[in-house]
């Protein structure tokens, strides 16, 4: 079992890059492997469990028509696996006033990171354009 | 030699210098390296054929040549065909990709 270090930096709802990261977390933890997380800048805002479904009034449909994905939750059910570690950049939530996140979701620092960087398998920083 | 697992995200039309990444993977494979190139997201567009100056007909071609990957996940989601790619290009997934991240001394990077 391997353990990888993914650095995310973009926030919910704004690019792929955030489905592509949860599909290789989730992937990995299928593997068996452990995933630890550092969400840096706006990526912070993934763990914010007021995160909504929401209906579409211009074209009529309902909350459950609409099906949204919320991430928060995506993020909660790997962090459910216990192969997750999720640490949010701590500067980065207090300029964001991100708070209320989904269990599991601690807070720290760029280095927590290094830490985990130097006892990973791997590490992937998935910058933000 | 090292082992580099390269992916690239984005399409060369999009983002200027996602070329050097073709021609970091080149350049990586002619000293000798391993070297695989993976294509996700915007980045599977060079996989079709008729892309005018596609860097990825651009990759050396030969014994220590660019292995090129292409996630099925995005190709699917653009509409591109498996069965129309260019030449030296193998279908993958991001299950594949993880086993490639956790060899032992694979640097990655991602752009």
Partial sequence: MATLTIALMDPPYEAETTTTALRIIDAAVRKGHRVNVFAYEGAVNLTMKDQAAHPNPVKGTTVEEEDHVIPSKLVAALLGTEQVEWINCGLCVDERGSGNWVDGARRGAPADFLKWSQESTNTLVIGTK | ?111
Wanted: proline letters at 3%.
């Fill in chain 2, 1 to 111: 030699m090292s082992n580099y697992l390269l992916i690239e995200s984005r399409d060369p039309f999009e983002y200027g210098d996602t070329r050097y990444m073709y021609s970091l993977a080149d350049d990586l494979a002619a000293k000798g390296n391993d070297v695989t190139l993976f294509l996700i997201q915007n980045g599977v567009f060079t996989t079709r054929p008729g892309v005018k100056d596609n860097p990825l007909e651009g990759l050396s071609k030969g014994a220590q040549s660019v292995k090129v990957l292409a996630d099925d996940f995005s190709l699917r989601e653009r509409g591109i065909s498996q069965s129309s790619l260019l030449g030296g290009v193998k279908v993958s997934n991001v299950d594949n990709l993880v086993d490639l991240l956790v060899q032992e001394g694979t640097k990655a990077v991602w752009h």
